[in-house]
């Protein structure tokens, strides 16, 4: 085996380093026994196509978990470079004591299917209706089905494409937050034989 590139590795404990992930705020509540709040989750993610599914992971001292167990609903609101600090603010103070959606000046929008609100600055809305609560240990993961999906028409193409690229997606890892960059190629694009 001659010519291996040599790549030095270092061993780390075990822990959650998948990233980037989305920085996403999850809204809920908006019915009489539940004011709209908003959290941010970085620990939400894709888990089914056909039903479209979804999951998010919550710590059960935080108040959206109460709104969430109880209403079995919230909307995933897929946030912007330029709602970086209120996505890191709404994660650091309670719902308890603030009207998020008051301090952040971001606007709670009717949903489609659900109760609780979208947040309407937000490019993508998507409304979820909770399956499955499944406690893990510090956190307890909703696994819910998508009911509707909205989506800001500024970042639809003439071709009726939503352009991620154009929309400068917040995205989360390690502690830090990041912009997503430009599109480099789309699925399928390393065996896609060239037209001639």
């Avoid at 190629?185 to 896609?192: C, D, E, L, W």
């Amino acid at each position: 085996m001659a010519n291996i590139k040599q790549i030095e590795k270092q061993s780390w404990k075990p822990g959650n380093v998948l990233a980037p992930v989305p920085a996403v705020l999850v809204s809920c509540g908006g019915i009489k026994e539940w004011k709209p709040n908003m959290i941010t989750i970085a620990w939400a993610g894709s888990i089914c196509s056909d039903p479209p599914m979804l999951s998010i992971s919550i710590r059960p001292e935080r108040h959206s978990y109460d709104i969430i167990k109880d209403t079995r609903e919230f909307v995933v609101n897929v946030t912007t470079e330029k709602q970086a600090k209120a996505v890191d603010w709404c994660g650091m103070v309670s719902g308890r004591d603030l009207n998020k959606f008051k301090r952040t000046e971001l606007t709670p929008a009717p949903a489609l299917k659900v109760k609780c609100p979208i947040v309407l600055e937000c490019p993508i809305n998507i409304e979820c209706g909770v399956q499955k609560i499944i406690k893990l240990g510090t956190h307890t993961l909703f696994l819910a089905e998508v009911m509707a999906v909205q989506v800001t028409s500024e970042f639809i193409d003439n071709k009726g494409k939503f352009r991620l690229d154009k929309s400068n997606l917040l995205a989360f890892g390690l502690g830090e937050y990041f912009k997503m960059g430009p599109r480099i190629g789309k699925f399928g694009f390393s065996v896609r034989k060239r037209k001639h």
